[in-house]
């Protein structure tokens, strides 16, 4: 089992840590692809109209300048640079040791600076969207997803892979349908569903943790995927196509 998640929006950084070994980070066939970014990015991130270019506010000033010398900052494993309501949810902190194992080899974060990061690989923090354009890159939606495809076909193969990422970041990689399942949140009252934001986060890293912490042996298919969330929710299983993904929708009541 893999569990794709999306980067959160606000990073953490750390008081002190040696730079981003590029090479050291998980899937190296992207370093290249890495580099090239990183100097897209920390150009852009020098020039007088940098938060327009990059879509942040003013508010913002100090992260966008932390991209001109994301070389020098320190780095932290990615798990603690990527804070917010997912990952809080999923409180890789108060793992018990056998988890936080299972959680660096189970978590693949898509990144729009790194492609695809494991838990544990050291980064430092950055503000970068996925739906961002660079110049001399292009959308890194379009640019990553030829990439990610070469350097993550083989790791996912034989892999169900629990897909609680957000659109932006599902574009950079459409893995094989057949062993995806989109996790989806609803709510519901009086038997109307509405798509919810920020509880959609939330319950995401609510079933990674669940998934991570539970239990018995991971799930290998969609069936056993719905089986462990309805564990904790209301759940429908909507198989997929040839060309589409799995659904898990998980229900809350509102």
């Not at 793992?95 to 838990?119: D, E, H, M, Y």
């Not at 350097?151 to 609680?164: F, K, Q, T, W, Y």
């Amino acid at each position: 089992m893999l569990i794709l998640l999306p980067p959160s929006e606000g990073k953490t950084p750390p008081d002190a840590g040696s730079p981003v070994d590029l090479a050291a980070l998980s899937f190296p066939s992207l370093t290249e692809a890495r580099q090239r970014v990183a100097d897209a990015l920390a150009e852009v991130s020098g020039q007088h109209d940098a938060l327009s270019q990059l879509g942040v506010g003013a508010t913002l000033l100090h992260e966008v300048s932390r991209n001109t010398r994301l070389a020098h900052e320190p780095a932290a494993p990615a798990h603690s640079i990527y804070t917010g309501v997912l990952f809080d949810a999923l409180g890789y902190s108060s793992l018990t040791p056998a988890q936080k194992r299972k959680a660096n080899t189970a978590v693949v974060v898509i990144s729009g600076l790194w492609g695809a990061v494991g838990f544990a690989d050291s980064i430092p923090a950055y503000r970068l969207s996925m739906s961002v354009g660079l110049p001399g890159v292009g959308k890194l939606a379009s640019y990553w997803k030829p990439q990610l495809a070469a350097a993550l076909a083989s790791h996912a193969e034989d892999h169900l892979l629990v897909d609680c990422r957000s659109s932006t970041y599902a574009a950079a990689w459409v893995p094989a349908p057949d062993r995806t399942v989109a996790v989806n949140v609803f709510t519901e009252r009086d038997g109307v569903r509405k798509v919810v934001s920020h509880f959609a986060k939330h319950t995401r890293g609510e079933l990674a943790r669940h998934l991570l912490t539970r239990r018995g042996k991971a799930p290998e298919t969609p069936a056993q995927l719905a089986k462990a969330a309805a564990e904790k929710w209301t759940v429908e299983l909507v198989p997929g196509t040839p060309r589409k993904a799995h659904a898990l929708n998980i229900i809350l009541n509102d």
